[in-house]
């Protein structure tokens, strides 16, 4: 919205600062912090209220959980998306298309996890939505983002998987691409939803793929770094680093409130949420497989799931002590900051490595 104010730059010349995507990601990440920052604790407290004794703790969870977070309201998503969507129509470009089906999937994705959340509280049970209905709805949301996604870009290139670390190959999947792109958002989705069992564990790597596919966007949307990285250019992706922003701000300003002992959880409604944001944008910059490596703290977390239950399945025995890993590292005696903060620095280095496909061509 405050992108129109560049009409007037003519009369007043400052107002050019908002043709620059750089100057609205910094305002962007700014108002969702300062709006979560301020909002946070009424949010909290309705929360609470509303929740009564806040989100169910899982009996085949980890025992301290039950003593240390019982009580805790969920639903911090809410305060999250909420940032996010203020800040992404105050400061982008509205005529952006992808813009809008980025930011649609994420709140989209945030109403089937609050939907999912609000089952769990209100039956105190952890067993929310089916999986196999949340799993069709986000899938739908998905497939319809990947197919206009698909028609935003070149012919015959909107539809390819790109390589990293190879300037040329590029394979074309066709139609498959709207399925593979589904895939990688629903996906994303998920496993973002797996990693957020601990306080501040799931927000801070969100936060750093954020930062990350921030400037994968702004760069993939400009020809000139583009061209100079040897990366393919996608026009109007650059747009996409205001909503990056906007996701680091809100980030922030719900680590305030999440940091042990959290005074909240982000629940269902912003994992499953910010999970399919980052997911769609991996999509739209043609970066899908980057994403396996700046969220391979998030890849890790499903593998470990999807491991542990094939194992007890076929064998009868388990891999972990618990899934997923954070829960076997808990087992395991490390205590709850010493994974966190283990877990971040994971996700930072990983995030390097993404990084480095940049300019490794």
């Known amino acids: 919205m405050l992108?129109?104010?560049?009409?007037?730059?003519?009369?007043?010349?400052?107002?050019?600062?908002?043709?620059?995507?750089?100057?609205?990601?910094?305002?962007?990440?700014?108002?969702?912090?300062?709006?979560?920052?301020?909002?946070?604790?009424?949010?909290?407290?309705?929360?609470?209220?509303k929740q009564g004794r806040g989100q169910p703790i899982r009996d085949d969870g980890p025992?301290?959980?039950?003593?240390?977070?019982?009580?805790?309201?969920?639903?911090?998503?809410?305060?999250?998306?909420?940032?996010?969507?203020?800040?992404?129509?105050?400061?982008?470009?509205?005529?952006?298309?992808?813009?809008?089906?980025v930011l649609g999937v994420t709140l989209a994705f945030g109403v089937i996890g609050f939907y999912d959340d609000y089952l769990k509280v209100t039956k105190q049970s952890h067993a929310g939505v089916s999986g196999k209905t949340r799993i069709a709805a986000e899938a739908l949301v998905a497939i319809a983002a990947c197919f206009a996604i698909a028609q935003l870009g070149r012919p015959a290139f909107a539809t390819s998987l790109v390589f990293p670390f190879f300037k040329d190959l590029v394979f074309n999947l066709s139609f498959v691409f709207i399925i593979f792109g589904g895939f990688i958002i629903v996906g994303a989705g998920n496993a973002v939803n797996l990693t957020d069992g601990l306080d501040g564990l799931a927000i801070v790597p969100v936060m750093i793929a954020a930062a990350s596919f921030g400037l994968i966007s702004y760069l993939a949307g400009n020809a000139v770094f583009a061209d100079y990285l040897n990366i393919h250019y996608v026009a109007g992706t650059g747009e996409?680093?205001?909503?990056?922003?906007?996701?680091?701000?809100?980030?922030?300003?719900?680590?305030?409130?999440?940091?042990?002992?959290?005074?909240?959880?982000?629940?269902?409604?912003?994992?499953?949420?910010?999970?399919?944001?980052?997911?769609?944008?991996?999509?739209?910059?043609?970066?899908?497989i980057a994403l396996a490596i700046i969220g391979g703290l998030f890849v890790l977390e499903a593998v470990s799931v999807i491991v542990q239950v094939v194992s007890f399945k076929l064998t009868g025995k388990?891999?972990?002590?618990?899934?997923?890993?954070?829960?076997?590292?808990?087992?395991?005696g490390w205590t709850e900051p010493q994974i966190v903060i283990r877990f971040w620095i994971i996700s930072i280095v990983l995030a390097l490595v993404g990084l480095s496909t940049l300019k490794l061509r």
């Open 3 to 49: 992108y129109w104010l560049v009409e007037f730059a003519d009369k007043i010349s400052f107002l050019n600062v908002f043709r620059y995507i750089t100057f609205r990601t910094g305002g962007a990440t700014m108002t969702a912090l300062v709006f979560v920052f301020v909002a946070g604790s009424p949010i909290i407290d309705l929360l609470r209220l």
């Open 240 to 288: 996409l680093a205001v909503l990056c922003g906007a996701v680091i701000g809100a980030g922030l300003g719900f680590l305030w409130f999440n940091a042990p002992p959290a005074s909240i959880f982000m629940g269902d409604t912003g994992s499953l949420a910010l999970g399919g944001m980052i997911g769609a944008i991996a999509v739209a910059t043609k970066h899908e």
């Open 318 to 332: 388990r891999v972990f002590a618990m899934a997923p890993i954070h829960h076997h590292y808990e087992q395991k």
């Open 63 to 101: 025992q301290s959980h039950k003593t240390k977070k019982i009580g805790t309201p969920t639903m911090g998503g809410l305060m999250i998306l909420s940032g996010v969507t203020l800040s992404t129509v105050l400061w982008a470009n509205p005529s952006n298309p992808d813009v809008w089906i």
